[in-house]
């Protein structure tokens, strides 16, 4: 990505016919390049336009005056916006061929096309935010549940930052005194050992405090990935439509109804959870359903949990075992649907038959996904099976919580080179020692919050937002 001296623009809502679509520009010819393509209704210098203020005109063709819209331009001057710089909206009426328009005529007149994420590289590049609350303005956008949101929401207020910063603080302070009494041993004393030691554990907390909420924070983004496997029409994607409450996957009576993955979130007691539909398993010579049940195949491998579904008016099969057999060591809830086909009384066999089938402490739930019976059970054991595998007090955690995998890293590298530290003080090593780890620590650290990222790292980073964030 070239230096910030040139201006940037693309469209910054998504493509299709839409109530409004905007076109972002920023960098210092932001006006200048408004100035040529916009007319505005009461004729005034856009060059002259206050920051934060809207106006209404005609966005034109500067070459023959032919209008492509009729537009809303906002202006917010530097440094008061998004990036830093000068930045001006248009907002264009949402089509596609409007927008197309548009941003062509904004790119003929001095601006550039935007790379994905540039606009928040530029707010980083210019201070306005730190790497880790740019990272989670991409989380945001993301976003699938209420709680993913109210995390990267956090993140971009500066929860983790400010935790990291303290940390940083506390060990600049220890390597501060450290160098003035290396470069200066006559007129500095050296720091009290306890002193040294309260400050450098002081950091490590904090760093261990935030690498436990990782595998928590990593569900708050992702959200628990639950499978729905089983054999060919025991109404799986029955029950996807039944936990969503609304009909999203295709049912039929036909056995090989599903063949794509469908997956939706949703929120099971305050969980996020991704539901993953996939095709029923059984060998077929059907080269679209065979694509579909390799598919599934794979789904299941990265699921957290799996709902293996069972027909209850055929009771448990060999094929049902041999699903089992392949699930081995995942996380497993059988759920006994279809209910309403067999009398009450047979439950309890049916529950027995999966006892000696599978596993004696293997979690049973019946349903009947067309009748919306035992559908809060199902929830219900979603949910503890969840908790079990150590997702719990999500609702304690709620500030700063680590969800992404680069972070939980750079902690994971801090700790190891504060722990380091820690050892090195206790054994009364020469003091230039710890400034090794503690500089260490300081760096891995900052490739959280960006003091130390290179640019290498930034351009990985900022490729995965879309263009015109
Ligand atoms: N009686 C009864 N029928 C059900 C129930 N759940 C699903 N069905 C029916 O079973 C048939 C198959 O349902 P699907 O949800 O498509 O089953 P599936 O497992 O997704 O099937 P494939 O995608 O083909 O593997 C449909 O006719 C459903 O209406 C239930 O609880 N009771
Ligand atoms: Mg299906």
Same mark, same amino acid.
């Given at each position: 990505m070239s230096a910030t001296d040139d201006t940037i623009a693309a469209i910054a809502t998504p493509i299709g016919i839409s109530g409004i679509g905007v076109i972002r520009i920023s960098g210092p010819q932001s006006l200048d390049v408004a100035a040529k393509v916009f007319r505005a209704t009461k004729s005034a210098d856009v060059k002259t336009f206050p920051s934060h203020t809207a106006h209404h005109g005609k966005l034109v063709n +500067?070459?023959? #005056? #032919? +209008?492509?819209d009729d537009v809303v331009l906002t202006v917010f001057r530097k440094p008061k916006s998004y990036t830093g710089e000068d930045v001006v909206e248009l907002s264009c009426h949402g089509g596609i061929a409007v927008l197309k328009s548009a941003l062509n005529v904004v790119l003929e007149n001095g601006a550039r096309l935007a790379e994905p994420g540039e606009f928040t590289k530029r707010a980083f590049l210019s201070g306005k935010i730190d790497l880790a609350q740019a990272e989670s303005v991409n989380d945001l956008i993301r976003a699938k549940t209420d709680r993913a949101r109210r995390v990267a929401l956090a993140q971009l207020d500066g929860a983790l930052s400010s935790r990291v910063k303290a940390a940083q603080d506390r060990i600049l302070s220890v390597l501060a005194a450290l160098e003035a009494a290396i470069d200066f041993p006559e007129d500095v004393e050296e720091p009290h050992p306890a002193w040294l030691e309260s400050e450098i554990g002081s950091a490590r907390d904090v760093v261990a405090r935030l690498l436990q909420t990782f595998s928590t924070g990593r569900i708050y983004r992702e959200g628990v990935r639950v499978a729905i496997t089983g054999r %060919?029409?025991? &109404?799986k994607s029955s029950l996807l439509n039944a936990l969503l409450r609304h009909a999203r996957a295709i049912v039929t009576?036909? +056995? &090989? @109804? @599903?063949r794509d993955v469908i997956e939706e979130g949703l929120e099971i007691r305050g969980i996020p959870i991704v539901a993953i539909d996939t095709a029923g398993l059984r060998s077929t010579q059907d080269p679209v359903e065979q694509i579909g049940v390799e598919l599934a195949e794979r789904t299941l491998q990265s699921a957290d949990l799996a709902l293996l579904v069972i027909d209850a008016s055929q009771g448990v099969l060999d094929a049902d075992v041999e699903i089992m057999r392949r699930l081995r060591g995942k996380s497993v809830i059988v759920v006994i649907n279809? %209910?309403?086909? %067999?009398? !009450?009384?047979i439950q309890s066999i049916l529950a027995e038959q999966c006892k000696q089938s599978f596993a004696k402490d293997v979690p049973v739930v019946f349903t009947s996904a067309l009748e919306g019976r035992g559908i809060e059970d199902l929830e219900n054991a979603i949910a503890s099976s969840v908790e079990s595998? &150590?997702? !719990?007090?999500l609702a304690a955690a #709620?500030?700063?919580? %680590? !969800?992404n995998m680069r972070h939980q890293q750079a902690l994971r590298s801090a700790l190891h080179s504060l722990d380091q530290a820690l050892k090195t003080l206790r054994s009364r090593e020469p003091l230039d020692l710890l400034s090794v780890d503690l500089t260490a620590a300081r760096y891995a650290l900052g490739l959280i919050t960006g003091e130390t990222a290179t640019d290498d790292l930034l351009e990985r980073i900022f490729s995965e937002f879309c263009i015109g964030k």
């Open positions: +500067p070459q023959t #005056e #032919e +209008p492509i %060919v029409n025991v &109404g009576p036909i +056995p &090989g @109804t @599903t279809k %209910v309403d086909l %067999v009398p !009450s009384g595998v &150590g997702i !719990s007090d #709620e500030t700063a919580v %680590v !969800s």
